[in-house]
């Protein structure tokens, strides 16, 4: 069937396009920006029936801070989160490595988590930093943690007419954060983010598996940064053969990079956050 626009004189509201991907259901796509989906629909991967633009939709396209969570609507571009004053300095770090300029001005933070790459640099960050996403519907809204949002490689535990309206992302008040990727030829890489919370030593890691990765905290407890490198090759377990890189290969890049970012957190001085 030919993709049909949602089309609209004025600017539409989250209830109408609740409406709409309702009545469509899984023939329905969301359009934020873009740099998925149209190349989905040129190769043919993708006949959605419906095809809705986010655009124009009301509410959107805000970044706001409320108690210590940076609130980023799910229209806003990732130049505009990388640019924003109040993004996490580690986030921004993720940012600036996903492709380049000219697609962060049209990708956006809440297309990337819903697109759900395993390899994904922000969906990598934002659970490290214990994101939330807020998801509308006919039924209502509801709260999500990213880490019970992908349910496997490129897959959500979305329901097919259920859409993410924001992203919300606690400030850390600790400063030492730092984001590490080590890649091999671009498309093989595997992603370290390591920071602390509340005290407490987090590492997450993208590449490694079907969805990222929260490592335990028995993994990291009294171990030196080369040692837990050494320990997360066991995490590597590829879905399916991979076209990028042998599993080994991946697995020493995930070691290097979880080494960096830890030995770059734990040497540097914390800063109190103004």
């Not at 395993?118 to 960050?125: F, K, V």
Request: proline share 7%; net charge neutral; with cysteine.
């Amino acid at each position: 069937m030919r993709p049909v626009p949602f089309d609209y004189a004025d600017p539409a509201t989250v209830a109408e396009v609740c409406e709409v991907m309702h009545r469509y259901g899984g023939e329905a796509a969301v359009l934020a920006g873009g740099q998925t989906l149209v190349a989905q629909l040129n190769s043919r991967v993708r006949r959605p029936a419906m095809v809705v633009d986010l655009r124009r939709v009301a509410g959107l396209r805000e970044v706001t801070v409320d108690r210590g969570i940076l609130i980023i609507g799910a229209g806003v571009t990732q130049r505009a989160v990388e640019q924003h004053p109040d993004t996490p300095a580690v986030l921004r770090e993720a940012l600036a490595r996903v492709g380049h300029v000219p697609t962060r001005n049209r990708g956006t933070l809440g297309g990337s988590l819903a697109f759900g790459d395993p390899q994904g640099e922000l969906p990598t960050t934002v659970l490290a930093l214990d994101a939330r996403v807020r998801v509308a519907s006919v039924r209502g809204e509801r709260v999500l943690a990213v880490a019970d949002l992908w349910s496997g490689p490129f897959r959500t535990a979305l329901a097919s007419d259920e859409l993410i309206t924001a992203v919300e992302v606690p400030l850390p008040e600790d400063s030492r954060w730092a984001f590490e990727q080590r890649d091999f030829r671009r498309h093989g890489k595997a992603t370290a983010v390591a920071g602390f919370s509340s005290g407490r030593l987090v590492l997450a890691l993208g590449g490694v598996g079907t969805r990222p990765l929260l490592v335990d905290d028995e993994l990291l407890a009294g171990r030196s940064p080369e040692a837990v490198g050494s320990a997360v090759r066991e995490l590597v377990v590829p879905a399916g053969p991979d076209p990028y890189v042998s599993t080994g290969h991946r697995r020493q890049l995930a070691a290097t990079a979880t080494t960096a970012a830890l030995h770059r957190v734990l040497t540097t001085t914390p800063v109190e956050n103004s």
